[in-house]
Nanobody
Framework: QVQLVESGGGLVQAGGSLRLSCAAS????????MGWFRQAPGKEREFVAA????????NYADSVKGRFTISRDNAKNTVYLQMNSLKPEDTAVYYC????????????????WGKGTLVTVSS
């Protein structure tokens, strides 16, 4: 069992930066691929970024490529999402996700979810 708790959301102006954190419980965190999804009001949850269990591989949605960076610190059981050059369309609730095996890419295949943290980008 893995429990995920996100933090770091808030209100930021367009062009600004935020860093989200996801603290995980459970001894097996270091073996889990991790990722971030987001859900804007009235829209479906969408993939944002993913990272392999050892941090050796990452993947990003086209909409955030070059602006967002996912990373992890297995010693701290934490995964991060550094978000730069934020745009109003990045406004959403951001969810941390974990998957026991495979890769994090599709929301229906995620094994564990956090409760989310709200990011609001003003224009």
């Amino acid at each position: 069992q893995v429990q995920l708790v996100e933090s770091g959301g808030g209100l930021v102006q367009a062009g600004g930066s935020l860093r989200l954190s996801c603290a995980a419980s459970g001894r097996t965190f270091s073996t889990y691929p991790m990722g971030w999804f987001r859900q804007a009001p009235g829209k479906e949850r969408e993939f944002v970024a993913a990272i392999t269990w050892n941090g050796g591989g990452t993947n990003y949605a086209d909409s955030v490529k070059g602006r967002f960076t996912i990373s992890r610190d297995n010693a701290k059981n934490t995964v991060y999402l550094q978000m730069n050059s934020l745009k109003p369309e990045d406004t959403a609730v951001y969810y941390c996700a974990a998957k026991a095996t495979g890769v994090v890419r599709f929301s229906y295949a995620v094994d564990y979810w956090g409760k989310g943290t709200l990011v609001t980008v003003s224009s």
